[in-house]
């Protein structure tokens, strides 16, 4: 009974090790301050809007938030410290949005885009996204690689269609 249990529990240990390396899937991330830097970058212009309407809509909500101005400006410059509309309640300051950030997922050879979140420009030159901490790039081409266990953006879930049926990833995007 004891070496029974034993043996499942290692087995369900190591599942999340074998389905990781069945996973194929490149994964990356890239940050963009225009519209336009994204399309130049090759990503499809209806991905690039997706990914930054969403950013425009969810930075408010998630921007770091300060109680006052000064608190703001030691993170981020005085310049981008504004008050925060989108927080009800006591007054806010939270740093403007300075950019978006767009995924990238590879597999089997079709390239889907996925938009991940605003990112916002520290005092320091680097950018934050709330979504990942810290935010660099690098790369081929600017695209920062990701582990595939690490979330690259919203919808990045591959339909299988059942048991051996055809798979297809959710999110915006086409072919590279």
């Known amino acids: 009974m004891k070496r029974s249990r034993k043996v499942s ?3 369900m240990g190591l599942t999340p090790l074998f389905l990781t390396a069945c996973d194929d899937a490149q994964k990356s991330q890239q940050s963009f301050t225009t519209l336009g830097n994204c399309t130049e970058a090759g990503v ?4 690039c809007d997706a990914a930054l309407t969403q ?3 969810e930075a408010p909500k998630v921007a770091p938030h300060y109680a006052t101005h000064d608190q703001c400006a ?4 005085e310049d981008a410290c504004q008050e925060n509309m989108a927080v009800e309640g006591s007054p806010v300051w939270s740093p403007a949005m300075n950019g978006f950030l767009i995924g990238r997922v590879i597999h089997g050879g079709n390239t889907s885009y996925y938009p991940a979140g605003p990112i916002f ?8 996204s709330p979504h990942y901490g810290h935010v660099y790039s690098g790369g081929a081409g600017g695209w920062r690689s990701t582990s595939s266990s690490e ?24 072919g590279e």
């Open 121 to 128: 420009r520290k005092r320091d030159d680097t950018d934050y």
């Open 55 to 57: 950013a425009i809509a």
């Open 151 to 174: 979330a690259v953006g919203e919808g990045d879930t591959v339909g299988r269609g059942g048991f051996g049926g055809e798979g297809g990833e959710g999110g915006h995007g086409g």
């Open 74 to 77: 030691q993170d981020y410059s």
């Open 44 to 47: 499809p212009e209806s991905s």
């Open 9 to 11: 529990l290692m087995v």
